[in-house]
């Protein structure tokens, strides 16, 4: 089946089941308002964030093809972006955090398509273009910082989830968009963040998932670097956000070195935040994600490894010793005395592989009733299986045709005839299968010979653990895209006639042959029917600016009358320092 998005070099890379998450971006759902807000808050970055962000973040805009008058093309950004080895894709608003991640691995930006409301210029709760297109993508154009991206995804998309994580991701993912809806009751949103804050304080133990959440949250997101008494910008929350990229800049917003200790450090979304976390430098990111990788199941394995799959409830694979994959819904795990795993048990379609690659005969269809199977070596014998030459395989009498009896240090007994091994390129035996077999732990019985084939893994110990399949292509996809959608907002015809003035403003500012008297009627009409609208007027001034209208007074007095709404004084006045600053370099 033909993608429904562009293919390049990186996105042809990307696995079949991330492609549901890839929407066609919505361009001409976007109002000539909004191509106003997007210019209205670039032109601001560009002017605060050229003191105070990464040195990488303008070289950047120009680098990945973000323009600072209109909204992005994804299909332009693309075809700057694959010169950096990098793409982009548009996605409908929060996508599941481990698909998130898994994009990044592949190299791929994913940039939510909506775009904020006049209401949010400053700052919206849910992802959006500028967010995304304006916040992340200037600084990947920096080699190191986008390689920490890269294998921060690879990491990532590996990482454990509980099951109160997709409730949790699911409930911020419906805040956000009740928040960005202008049409939203207050109701509706209250009730959307008493949940998130019901649930923020009864996660229990953090998982790898939502520790890694916030790694990702205090550095990609929220990050500074340089020096507590001087750091730079570099977090793409606060480089699409005028309101906040202010804000943490001052004092009272606590300045912290970035340490492992962010991984433990809960974050709320919809608040600025109170403190954030400086790294010295981009290389020390990559330090600390190696540290808090070293900390994860994928590199522990062992009986906290299990646990924790078994805790998501959600599809994992664990890795023995000898190299063989068991992918599937973890469901039992029985320990000895030492705390170290003797035998584990899925439930369900279950399926195996070795570096990634699944067994051949040893799909989900083989094993669709689950998998289960001793760890360890065998009870007084100091030779692990895996580690037998065929010569001691055959004293040990473990050999096709023989009906043996395999006792395991932890009293798994595996009692069975031997019907074949297999082994890897290497010769390592993987797997030994019986049949005729009963499985006891003491007088428990794990299986019975009636059930059909015993396939044992063999290993001596879990060395790994973590999210996902070995083997991508081993399962039907069960991943799920939200069935929370973004709101389209719906526009009544008053809010449409603005729009068309934005647009014909918009018209105006790139002709040379505007009159004055066009401008008039549209300041006209705007006082009558929108005397609220701050942006139009902002414009308005600034066209006038360039031609020199002798009505630019009468606009200038008109925002100052705007200017005393709480509302949006701020705004105005950063709107029009800019332009006076313009007016004077020109």
Known sequence: MDAHFELN???????????????????????????????YVMRMNVDYLSKVAHESYLKGLSKTGISIDEIPHMEGMNRILKDIGWAAVSVDGFIPPNAFMEFQAYNVLVIASDMRTINHIEYTPAPDIIHEAAGHAPIIANPEYAEYLRRFGEIGSKAISSAKDYEMYEAIRLLSILKEDPNSTEEEINNAQE???????????????????????????YGLIGTLEHPKIYGAGLLSSIGESAWCMQDKVKKVPYSIEAANTNFDITKPQPQLFVT?????????????ANKMAIRKGG???????????????????TGIQISGVFT?????????????????????STRDKELIGHGIENHKNGFGSPVGKLKGINIAIENMSPRDLEAYQIYEGKRISLEFEGDVKVEGNVITGTRDLRGKILLISFENCTVTHGKTILFKPEWGIYDMAVGKEVVSAYSGAADINSFEDTSKVSETKTHKIKYSENEKIL?????????????????????????????????LDWLLNLELYEVALQNN????????????????NKAYKKLIENGLNLLHVNELQS
Request: net charge negative; proline share 4%.
């Open 9 to 39: 070099d990186v996105t042809k890379k990307l696995p079949k089941h991330l492609h549901k998450f890839v929407v066609q971006q919505p361009y001409d759902e976007y109002t000539a308002q909004n191509q106003a807000v997007w210019r």
């Open 195 to 221: 949940k998130v804050e019901y649930l923020q304080d009864n996660m229990g133990e953090l998982s790898e998932m939502a520790q890694i959440r916030n790694l990702h949250w205090w550095t990609v997101e």
């Open 280 to 292: 010295p430098d981009f290389a020390y990111l990559s330090l600390v994600l190696e540290q808090f």
């Open 303 to 321: 009986l906290k490894g299990i646990q924790k799959l078994i805790n998501s409830c959600n599809l994992g694979t664990i890795e023995l010793s």
């Open 332 to 352: 039992n795990v029985i320990e000895d005395e030492n705390g170290k795993p003797i035998y584990f048990q899925t439930t369900g379609k279950t399926a195996l």
């Open 499 to 531: 729009y068309n003035l934005y647009d014909d403003i918009r018209k105006m500012r790139s002709t040379k042959n505007t009159s004055e008297e066009e401008l008039k009627v549209i300041f006209n009409q705007l006082k009558t029917n929108f005397p």
């Open 549 to 564: 209208f002798p009505v630019k007074t009468e606009i200038l007095n008109y925002l100052l009358l705007l200017q005393e």
